[in-house]
């Protein structure tokens, strides 16, 4: 069954402060994994995209690891900031961007 | 060039209603997915159009029902809501590229209240 599961399932950090999120997943066949944040309310916003052959993508003080062997794959932040408080998203797409599958989401909190 | 809009965007409606969401995708798109996302859940596909045609479909009753417009925009039609319908309705927009789909954009969503 494709699945994606990520934990925690929420987090409270002090502002400046570095954290990881986590995604494991059992979609196959892999086409590629995305990390989403996503404002409460909001729609959610693509921050990384990484394909199978890929391990590391950053995005600003956002960087992304994938490890297609393990099918894991990690978000860290760092120097966190108070607009960092939101749901991120790890989203599974198998055969392409037409078939996602969704976690349901690390809530971080980001307190001053 | 405006991202993926979507209206309105807060909605309130009684058990029984029935009601319809619209979704006009980023500008050079031709596909659009509808996703159901409860409180503190991920999205669940709804289904997703192309061409004018539902081209795939998640699991949900016949009462959630689509269209697609010439100029790609989109609506999500639910009759005979139920309170569990309540929830942000999200749009996301692609480019079919032949067989192959690019990422998806989504839109801001519509919050369904069903009371």
């Known amino acids: 069954k494709n699945q994606v599961e990520q934990s925690p399932q929420s987090l409270i950090i002090l502002e400046g402060k570095n954290c990881t999120l986590q995604c494991n997943y059992t979609v196959s066949p892999f086409s590629n994994l995305r990390w989403y944040k996503q404002d409460t309310g909001r729609g959610p916003v693509s921050l990384t995209i990484m394909t199978f052959s890929e391990n590391t993508k950053s995005n600003g003080r956002y960087t992304a690891t994938l490890d297609a062997d393990t099918k894991q794959s990690s978000l860290h932040i760092t120097a966190s900031q108070l607009s960092d408080s939101a749901s991120y998203i790890c989203v599974v797409s198998a055969n392409g961007a037409n078939n996602l599958f969704f976690g349901t989401g690390t809530r971080l909190t980001v307190i001053p | ?115």
């Open chain 2, 1 to 115: 060039d405006a991202g993926v809009t979507q209206s309105p965007t807060h909605l309130i409606k009684t058990r029984g209603q029935q009601v319809t969401l619209r979704c006009s995708p980023k500008s050079g798109h031709d596909t659009v997915s509808w996703y159901q996302q409860a409180l503190g859940q991920g999205p669940q596909f709804i289904f997703q159009y192309y061409e004018e045609e539902e081209r795939q479909r998640g699991n949900f009753p016949d009462r959630f029902s689509g269209h697609q417009f010439p100029n790609y925009s989109s609506e999500l039609n639910v009759n005979a809501l139920l309170l569990g319908d309540s929830a942000l309705y999200l749009c996301a927009s692609s480019f079919r590229s032949g067989s192959s789909y690019n990422e998806q954009f989504f839109g801001p969503g519509t919050r369904l209240t069903v009371l």
